[in-house]
């Protein structure tokens, strides 16, 4: 005989009630979390997750056993079998198919797809309000084999820098793994074109200035022992784990919003699903000041404009979408030869 399941709970969030069954399911079978745990995980930090996910179409990452169990990416709502206050908001894919998607509206939309399975968080850079404007700058630091955590947080100084001499605030978080995410507000006037290219601008600026230590290069063979600046998590339908967002490793980590002067000194481990609604609690959220300001990226789309005319056009684009105007072959330099030219 086994143990008797727990009995479904509900939960008053937000003025919804919200139906949590299989509370004693393991989720994180490592250190034993189960569904409660990031049920509740996720209330304890909704002050921090609804900034980050509010009025933001949102693709879930699902673990309906747990995460060694089957994953998937849930992109459509489905139409029936949903409480009637959830809301939803149009995304468009880069083959302009759309979908209905999440769209929190308040921390019970958070706490529903707890109960759905979800573990992580992947919003998109817009609100539902111009969902094809990203208000959102996204800098994704991404640490190549040969380099480390600290070689990331050198990275994100060098942003810091840039975004300095623009008059830029920055909001730096741990990825949850061994990256990096800088997060600008922008005003949502530029479409996702636009925003990549200004994300390119960004990223080759920072290149030039430590490129021993940085590198924007799409093709693994030309990164070398390098930070990679992901430009491409600018595409549109490329989504990053939001701030306080669990990632589905065995610690049970947490995507979790630093201040800058915290960040070299802080150990992405120590943030997880158990840590991080303490700290929250006694700290307040670093990011609380996001959407103060939305900047204006005139400047980086004036440096993509002068690099254009040096010859730094596009770079490619993710593999998975459709070809772009101007964007280079997709081939890896190694394996350009005439053919691949003629067929670009």
Known sequence: MGMPKAAAEEHEIAGHTVRLSSPDRVMFPHRGYTKRDV?????????????????????LQ????????EMFFQKRIPARGVPDWITTATIKFPSMRTAEELCPADLAHVAWAAQMGTVVFHPWPVRAAAPDQPDELRIDLDPQPGTDFGDVVTAAGVIR?????LGWAGFPKTSGGRGVH????????????QVR???IALAREVERRRPDAITTAWWKEERGERVFIDYNQM?????????YSLRANARATASTPVTWDELPDVEPDDFDLRTVPKRLAELGDPHAAIDDVAHDITPLLEWSARDEKDGLGDLPYPPDHPKMPGEPPRVQPSKMNHANWENK
Do not use: K, N
Not at 235 to 243: E, G, L, Q, V, Y
């Open 39 to 59: 049920f509740e995980y996720y209330v304890a930090v909704g002050d921090g997750i609804m900034r980050a996910l509010g009025q933001r179409p949102t693709t």
């Open 235 to 243: 595409a549109r339908d490329r989504t990053i784990a939001c701030a």
């Open 182 to 193: 800088v997060y600008v507000r922008i005003a949502p006037r530029w479409d996702f074109v």
């Open 197 to 199: 290219r200004a994300a």
């Open 62 to 69: 699902r673990f309906p056993d747990g995460i060694e169990g």
């Open 161 to 165: 820098e840039v975004l300095d001499d």
